[in-house]
């Protein structure tokens, strides 16, 4: 997980590159005469990032990476990490209780700094998912956050031209998850690059780009947003339905508290939908209706596959769900969801 929080997977003790030490200093985050111990956060796989502990502190320091740590080849601009210390100033000045606080930045670099959020008062919300513990109020709290933020960056010409980015959303989302989706799944191949088309030209509101449970930390003030590298105006129908796909996908896990995870789908769908005020409810849903079943193919199929499906019966579970919704699409996410868990019965 890249984030400011979560475990840890590697202690270097000194910096795994003075860089990083230089920066702090720069920056004034530390003093010249103080040595941070480094520790590397486990879990991301577009940038690498590193908790700094200092006397008496700690914080976060973020760098992007040129290539992903995935199998296949994945290259994306390091530029993202700007746009992510910029999506992040503008969420800390609307929703101030649900995101990192920034701290510092180095665009030449590539890299920034921001607080660190203690684990034990942070859960990160995908681990209390596949462990079972599904809370639709958590899901409610998303679903309005990310409304809220939205609704206060639609229809805004200055957010609009700071996040001209349909470059990296392009190389982040549009092509590892929809086009090479359908490079391989021939029958909905059209479908797919329709939407493609049709959401990267889209330019309604400040999109985050990675809603998911891996990204969001359950906090005691409401969840926290974690890595907005693909921060973008564009089509924010995305957000809803990049987010939903991650609860429709943990029910495939063996013993998965179904109704629960679909309980919780409802919720968050509900509570974003009624901080919409800047386009017809029924206009966007169709979108994010319409986008649900390609995200939930990609995820299988793309460049992206989730971890966790490790059995070819559920990912062709999967293919057999959302391939006749691409070609007869919902204009509801709720039904979708009603007939996902129909699917397991």
């Keep these: 997980m890249s984030s400011a929080s979560g475990p840890v997977e590697t202690v270097f003790g000194a910096s795994p590159d003075p860089k990083l030490d230089a920066f702090l200093v720069s920056k004034g985050l530390?003093?010249?005469?103080?040595?941070?111990?480094?520790?590397?956060?486990?879990g991301g796989?577009?940038?690498?990032?590193?908790?700094?502990?200092?006397?008496?502190?700690?914080?976060?320091v973020k760098r992007a990476l040129a290539k992903l740590k995935v199998s296949a080849d994945w290259q994306a601009p390091v530029s993202r990490n700007a746009y992510e210390w910029a999506w992040m100033q503008f969420a800390v000045e609307h929703c101030p209780d649900n995101v990192?606080?920034?701290?510092?930045?180095d665009p030449e670099a590539g890299l920034f700094a921001m607080s660190f959020l203690e684990p034990a008062q942070h859960h990160v919300w995908k681990d209390q998912l596949l462990a079972g513990e599904v809370s639709s109020k958590t899901a409610s709290a998303v679903g309005r956050l990310v409304g809220r933020l939205h609704a206060a960056s639609a229809g805004q010409a200055q957010v609009a031209k700071a996040f001209d980015t349909s470059d990296n959303f392009y190389a982040l989302r549009i092509e590892p998850y929809l086009i090479a989706t359908a490079r391989v799944r021939a029958p909905v191949a059209g479908r797919l690059t329709e939407l493609a088309e049709r959401t990267i030209g889209a330019q309604i509101a400040?999109?985050?780009?990675?809603v998911s449970p891996k990204n969001i930390l359950v906090g005691p003030r409401g969840p926290v947003l974690l890595d907005a590298e693909c921060a973008w105006f564009g089509d924010p129908a995305f957000d809803l339905a990049f987010c939903l796909n991650h609860l429709l996908l943990k029910c495939l896990l063996s013993g998965a508290p179904r109704d629960e995870l679909m309980s919780a789908f409802a919720a968050l769908a509900e509570s974003y939908c009624a901080e919409i005020n800047w386009e017809a409810r029924e206009t966007l849903e169709a979108r994010a209706a319409a986008l649900l079943p390609a995200l939930l193919l990609a995820r299988v199929d793309g460049k992206s596959p989730v971890e966790y499906l490790t059995d070819e019966q559920q990912r062709d579970h999967v293919r057999s769900f959302a391939v006749p919704l691409l070609?007869?699409?919902?204009?509801?996410?709720v039904n979708i969801g009603e007939r996902w868990l129909e699917s397991f019965r």
């Design 206 to 210: 400040l999109v985050h780009g990675d």
């Design 30 to 42: 530390a003093r010249a005469d103080e040595t941070a111990r480094w520790s590397a956060l486990a």
């Design 327 to 333: 070609q007869q699409p919902a204009t509801r996410v």
């Design 100 to 105: 990192p606080r920034p701290l510092a930045h």
């Design 45 to 60: 796989v577009s940038s690498d990032i590193w908790r700094a502990d200092l006397p008496g502190r700690s914080l976060c």
